[in-house]
């Protein structure tokens, strides 16, 4: 009921990052929390053999669990479609990290969980586009997150606000642009992209 995948960050790396995405369906039988079916996603750091807080996370089973839904053909079954959760990882160039997904039914043993993980591409961050003529950027920040503001380079205003937006004019070349991510309730923490 456990997967790990080792990830080794390049001693160079500056913009380094990890995406999967992952669903899920559980049996709510209303036991006693630390008796529910559950999923965990967690990143160990092996040299401190610690977790990253902004990176490890469970979900129980049960009617408060963050961003699920009750099933329309029964309400003791919680769902939760495909979800992207992208994890900067630039702190840790140079070191090699854990990333374990691991279900579990009821302790009772009869009752079911089940979680779906797609694990996708590393050292995927915010990207932009230019069109040259018309002047316009096209910027597009990563998936897994509740809010994106596009700052300009002294973070004095909001260009724009969203995962994919155009500036129109382009900012000149070689302009900084932010891009603060703001996260669902869950598995990743806020964070600024360069």
């Not at 597009?140 to 973070?155: A, H, L, Q, V």
Request: with cysteine; glycine share 6%.
């Amino acid at each position: 009921e456990s997967v790990r995948y080792t990830i080794n960050v390049p001693a160079n790396a500056v913009d380094f990052s990890i995406t999967y995405r992952y669903a899920g369906v559980f049996q709510d039988p209303g036991h006693e929390r630390y008796e529910q079916p559950r999923f965990s996603a967690k990143i160990l750091d092996v040299a401190e053999n610690k977790y990253l807080n902004c990176a490890s996370w469970v979900f129980i089973s049960d009617d408060t669990i963050p961003g699920f839904y009750s099933s329309p053909i029964d309400n003791d079954i919680k769902c939760k479609a495909w979800t992207p959760v992208f994890i900067n990882l630039s702190a840790y160039a140079g070191k090699t990290l854990i990333l374990e997904f691991t279900t579990a039914d009821c302790t009772k043993g009869a009752h079911w969980g089940y979680t779906y993980v797609d694990v996708g591409d590393c050292n995927i961050a915010a990207g932009i586009q230019y069109q040259c003529n018309p002047n316009r950027a096209f910027m597009t920040g990563p998936p897994g997150f509740r809010i994106y503001k596009w700052w300009n380079s002294d973070y004095t205003a909001v260009l724009q606000a969203g995962q994919n937006v155009v500036l129109n004019p382009a900012p000149p070349l070689n302009t900084t642009v932010h891009l603060e991510v703001i996260p669902f309730n869950g598995p990743t923490c806020s964070d600024t992209l360069h």
